[in-house]
Structures are given as structure tokens and as C-alpha cells.
């Protein structure tokens, strides 16, 4: 009997029903086409039949027959490139669901380990100072998991908001004290795993942006630095400089960087190599920056490790 539930077995059934019907619809298309071109020529040899009967010349028949053949090529070819391509669209647009299915289902997996290992964790530290056994590593590792169940539950819900089209509270962010002050509180959350280093160029205007936001991309490119960075203690260095007609925040780590292609990085449920995360983290980091007006790319360091490049537009006031 096959382990897997309905949610895991239903959508890899369907896909396969789809795909037979997509061939058995592609075979009845062309199929219909060969009939039709055959009935057309059958006609258009039965007109010259007739025509030479009543007497016209054999080359004016044989021009009657080729004008039906172009008639055909052009028309029924036309129509049945039509069938084709609504086909070809409906089923990209069937495999684009389904991928997206599976990567929610993926995603919902991936979160419910997430969840569950510093739940576990949680439980079994505070048993541990409820039997009189405190010490300061047990508190450390307790703020440590309840800081990363926050996270989590963060990041899914600023997901919901995001899809459901939910709106940014934007103003004018000073970027100078602001960004050391944020990025300070996000990096004591993880104590030594990550050290960092700000330098901003003199007199930048204010960025356009949600405060909120902006500490949510801030707080997921830590994170994302600090879990697949493999070191026990990640150096950030973010630079924040006037690049055109925006301001371009440069973060990266020294991490040992990524395998995939930079392009792939922040699409919905794209996880790396390492299999672990949600996929979600660099989502949001990529639509929040779109939803502010601003962008950003992510790049190979030189040093090896991980960058992002965040453009914010100035404010206006």
C-alpha cells in the first residue's frame, strides 16, 4: 500500500490524467486536420473533374485545383497553428499551477520543521529549568529558538499579506543612524554567529520605504547569511552609497556563497542546495523591494560569499 496521503498522491495522479488528455486532444486536432485537408482536395479534384467535363482547358482546371490547395494550406494551416498554440498556453498554464501546488506543498513541509525542531526545543529546555537545571546556555538557547519560532511566523505571515495584495505604510527612512541601530538588535538576536560592519557614504538623502519592511529584508538576509553561510560566526559588511538616481545598500557575507544560478535566488519556494529553509526568506526580500519602488540583485561575492545589492529610490520630502 503506498504511504503517501491524498495530498501527495492526488496531484501526481491528476498531472498524469492531464498529460494523457493533452496527447489524446493533440492526436484529435491533427487528426481532424488530415480529414478536413482530405475532403478539401477530394472536392477541389471533383471540381476539376466537372470542369473538364463541360469543356473548360485542363490548365484552367489545373488552376482551379492549386488556387483550393493554397486556400487550404492557408486557412486550415492557420487554424489548426490557433488550436496548437491554446493548447500549448492551457497546458503551460496547467504545469505553472501544478508547480506552484508542489511548491506550496513543499513550502508547508519545510515549515512545519521549522516549527517544530525549536518547539522541541523549547519544550525540552524550559522542562529542563522548570527541574531546577538553569544555567546561562539553556536561557541562550531558549531566546535563541523562541527568537527563530518569531521569525518563522514573521516571515509567513508578511508571505499571506504580500499575496493577498496588502499595502505598505512608505515614508522617509534617514538611513544614518538608522541602519546601525536595526542592524545592531538584528544581529544581538543571534549572538556570535554573526558579527557586521556599516559604512555609509556622507550625505545620502532619506530612502523611500516601510520601516517594517525594510527590517524584515534586513532581518531575512542576516538570517538567510547566518544559516546556509556554514560558519560557526558569519562577517556581514553592508555599504550604502549613491548609485545613480537610487540608493544602493551592498550587503554581503563570507559565507561559502551559493550553487545555483544568482537568477533563481528570491523566487517563491526556490530553496538552495542545502534543502533547508522554506524558500520564502529572499521572496521577501525581492517583492518587498518591488512593492517600495526600489530592487534588488543577488550576486556571487568576490570574497565567495553571498551579496545582495538593494537600490532604494530618495525620498521626496
Do not use: C
Not at 54 to 73: C, D, H, I
Not at 93 to 108: E, I, K, V
Not at 124 to 142: F, H, K
Not at 302 to 313: I, K, P, Q, T, V
Amino acid at each position: 500500500m503506498d504511504s503517501k496521503g491524498a495530498l501527495s498522491v492526488r496531484p501526481v495522479q491528476q498531472s498524469r490524467v492531464i498529460a494523457l488528455l493533452a496527447g489524446v486532444w493533440l492526436v484529435i486536432i491533427l487528426a481532424l486536420g488530415i480529414w478536413w485537408a482530405s475532403i478539401v482536395m477530394r472536392q477541389a479534384r471533383r471540381i476539376a473533374e466537372l470542369s473538364l467535363a463541360t469543356g473548360e482547358s485542363a490548365a484552367k482546371a489545373l488552376q482551379e485545383v492549386q488556387l483550393t490547395q493554397r486556400m487550404l494550406y492557408w486557412e486550415s494551416g492557420t487554424f489548426l497553428l490557433l488550436l496548437l498554440t491554446l493548447s500549448g498556453a492551457l497546458f503551460w498554464f496547467y504545469w505553472r499551477d501544478m508547480l506552484r501546488a508542489r511548491g506550496t506543498q513543499a513550502f508547508f513541509a519545510a515549515l512545519t520543521h521549522e516549527l517544530r525542531t525549536p518547539l522541541t526545543s523549547v519544550r525540552l529546555q524550559t522542562e529542563a529549568i522548570a527541574e531546577g537545571e538553569p544555567s546561562q546556555e539553556l536561557v541562550e538557547r531558549l531566546l535563541a529558538d523562541t527568537h527563530r519560532l518569531e521569525s518563522q511566523i514573521d516571515k509567513t505571515l508578511e508571505l499571506a499579506r504580500m499575496e493577498g495584495g496588502g499595502s505598505l505604510a512608505e515614508q522617509a527612512i534617514k538611513i544614518d543612524p538608522w541602519l546601525n541601530r536595526v542592524l545592531g538588535s538584528i544581529a544581538a538576536a543571534h549572538g556570535e554567529s554573526a558579527t557586521y560592519e556599516v559604512f555609509i557614504e556622507s550625505g545620502l538623502p532619506a530612502v523611500r520605504g516601510d520601516t517594517s519592511a525594510v527590517q524584515m529584508i534586513l532581518r531575512n538576509l542576516v538570517e538567510n547569511s547566518v544559516r546556509h553561510g556554514d560558519k560557526e560566526g558569519v562577517r556581514i559588511e553592508v555599504n550604502v552609497r549613491r548609485a545613480g538616481k537610487y540608493v544602493e545598500l551592498r550587503y554581503r557575507d563570507n559565507g561559502r556563497g551559493f550553487t545555483e544560478a544568482p537568477e533563481r535566488l528570491g523566487r517563491l519556494f526556490q530553496r538552495g542546495g542545502s534543502s533547508s529553509g522554506t524558500g520564502v526568506g529572499l521572496y521577501l526580500v525581492r517583492v518587498l523591494m518591488e512593492r517600495m519602488g526600489g530592487s534588488v540583485e543577488f550576486a556571487h561575492a568576490e570574497s565567495g560569499g553571498f551579496e545582495a545589492r538593494l537600490r532604494f529610490l530618495p525620498s521626496a520630502e
